[in-house]
């Protein structure tokens, strides 16, 4: 079969291979930003601007403003008081619990990616669900009183958009910071917010939220941002992480500040794709175990032949054993805002004939 892991061009729409062409429903570009003809017009304005890079650090006596710019620009689109810019969102998330933890109780929820371990995998075997409920439970019965909870705020694989209303009854006693990473949610299930509702949580005085994401995904920049109160992120710009990285493209953080109206347009494009997708979709009548969440563009499988079909018919998904290497095939279909309707009907229509050739 084709192999798709030296390819030279955008992964948009379609991937040209060994002269064929195939519908491209995979990666984690939801806004379709990479492959976006006005977003990136507008990263050359910034390269025009600020040049290529920026190989000095944050802390240097000579400094280019977009940076600070940026930050404010980030933590008043995501309502937080301040904001902190690194090159990466793995970055972001090590110089977040680095720099937080220190003399706390840590709890880590099943999954919580690599980049946020301390150390090595903490390995939470319960579901999400028990997990809440055992750590509400030891906190509030704990002889002590600083503690911090870190975890994803969505699954992108399964997928399964996380709720954490329930550390309200947290006792008002213990103090918390909860640092969620929204690598895969933010600015893509809400528009210019995050995928997680946590006005419930942000109103009580012994909960502190600081969340943390990878900008690489949705929305198009090669960086990640820590959001949360200014006093506590200063303390991450104390760290040696954050004081001896180089910081993110000068020009991608100008498009990122400069591009809303195209972001925009892109999370309106986005979700008419996705309403279009459950639509056909539905009409499979439960075939394939397809898998979705509201307002997420991706669509998961564990039909172990899907991938392999797809291909024969030039579409292309993520098919990957998951949670391990031992597992079941995961195929992950994704909905971009680059997809056109006919695009997501030849699919449906794809998944459809496979429908028909088991009966």
């Known amino acids: 079969m084709t192999t798709f892991r030296n390819l030279s061009q955008p992964t948009g729409r379609t991937i040209h291979m060994d002269g064929r062409s195939c519908h ?7 806004l379709g930003l990479l492959d976006n003809k006005d977003y990136i017009d507008l990263f050359k304005e910034g390269i025009d601007r600020y040049g290529l890079n920026n190989g ?3 802390t240097n006596n000579v400094q280019l403003g977009i940076y600070a710019e940026a930050e404010r620009f980030m933590a008043g689109r995501f309502g937080f008081e301040d904001a902190v810019l690194l090159s990466s969102g793995y970055l972001a998330a090590q110089v977040a619990v680095k720099s937080l933890v220190e003399n706390r109780s840590v709890f880590y929820a099943p999954g919580a990616h690599p980049s946020l371990w301390i150390a090595e995998d903490p390995k939470v075997g319960l579901s999400f669900s028990a997990w809440k409920t055992e750590v509400v439970d030891k906190i509030n019965n704990s002889s002590e ?13 399964t997928p399964e958009l996380f709720d954490f209303s329930d550390f309200q009854n947290i006792a008002e006693d213990k ?39 990878s900008l690489a995904k949705g929305l198009g920049t090669d960086a990640g941002v820590v959001l949360g109160n200014a006093a506590t992120l200063e303390k991450i710009r104390k760290h040696p992480i954050y004081m001896g990285a180089s910081p993110s493209s000068p020009a991608a953080l100008y498009a990122l500040v400069h591009g809303n109206r195209i972001y925009e347009a892109a999370f309106d ?44 018919h030039r579409v ?17 279909i994704v909905i971009s805002a680059l997809h056109e309707e006919s695009d997501i009907s030849h699919l449906a229509e794809v998944l459809m004939s496979q429908h028909r050739l088991k009966l």
Do not use: C
């Open 56 to 58: 000095t650090s944050r």
């Open 175 to 213: 103090n918390v910071l909860l640092i969620l990473d929204d690598s895969h949610g933010i600015g893509v299930l809400k528009k210019n917010a995050l995928s997680t509702d946590l006005r419930v949580l942000r109103s009580m005085e012994n909960i502190e939220i600081v969340v943390l994401a």
């Open 269 to 312: 494009k986005l979700h008419q794709n996705i309403d279009i997708a459950k639509a056909l979709f539905s009409n499979l009548e439960g075939y394939h175990n397809i898998h979705n969440i509201p307002n997420f563009p991706v669509f998961t499988s564990h039909d172990p032949n899907l991938y392999r079909y797809l291909v024969q």
């Open 24 to 30: 491209f429903f995979g990666g984690t570009a939801y």
């Open 316 to 332: 292309l998904i993520s098919s990957f054993p998951y949670p391990l290497p031992t597992s079941p095939l995961l195929n992950r």
């Open 145 to 157: 009183s600083d503690f911090v909870i870190i975890s994803n705020a969505i699954d992108n694989l």
